[in-house]
């Protein structure tokens, strides 16, 4: 039982880490809750959050074989380098359409955003390798074993480390109500340049892996 407690709380905090430097879901949840309202920017990261425990799923397994086969972090890795310059190429032709255009109150559907937080949370496919580094760690500290159990408690703390955070950046940004126009206005320049940044760290690893 010691070592399911211990397990929760590195994997929770490691999820709750991971999600802490700015990047494409934690900035989305806070621009999704500055320009909808709160509530939709909660059903976001629940949305991710789930998508997460998922993704954190499939990393146990493929922890197993990951040191027998790299080629699995490449694919990984390349198809990352796809998604993220789609996406930097996407926000940066949003920001230049909304540069000239007044924000406008809008009703939003609720189950849009939580269907949009486990679509950007699917496509962004670091996670898993995050997390089977994660649990290749744990498995050598004798902190996690291949059971039911622990991996149930492994899933649900990177579940709800990675909703923690995403919470906490949807409430800090409702609060600064007289910031949030100005944030909406250049929050896809910055999630564009973002996108832009983590093409060019994915390119390096790749290129860094192929040295070796």
Do not use: C
């Not at 007044?102 to 009703?107: A, P």
């Not at 290749?136 to 996690?144: E, F, L, P």
């Amino acid at each position: 039982m010691t070592h399911l407690i211990i397990l929760f709380f590195v994997t929770f905090s490691a999820a709750l880490m991971g999600v802490v430097p700015p990047g494409l879901i934690n900035l989305t949840a806070a621009k999704t809750s500055a320009t909808k309202g709160k509530l939709n920017g909660i059903l976001f990261a629940v949305g991710a959050a789930i998508v997460v425990m998922i993704q954190a799923y499939l990393a146990v397994h493929i922890s197993k074989y990951l040191f027998n086969n790299p080629f699995v972090i490449d694919v990984l890795l390349k198809i990352a380098v796809i998604v993220f310059s789609f996406f930097a190429i996407y926000f940066f032709v949003v920001a230049r359409k909304r540069r000239n255009k007044k924000m406008k109150v809008v009703q939003v559907s609720k189950k849009s955003s939580f269907y949009k937080g486990m679509l950007l949370s699917t496509v962004n496919v670091l996670p898993i390798p995050y997390f089977s580094g994660l649990h290749a760690a744990w498995n050598v500290s004798g902190w996690i074993q291949f059971k039911v159990l622990d991996v149930l408690i492994f899933v649900m703390a990177a579940g709800m480390g990675t909703f923690s955070m995403l919470y906490m950046y949807v409430v800090y940004f409702d609060k600064l109500e007289s910031k949030t126009d100005r944030f909406s206005r250049h929050s896809d320049y910055i999630m564009s340049v973002l996108m832009l940044l983590l093409v060019i760290i994915t390119f390096i690893r790749i290129f860094y892996k192929f040295d070796e």
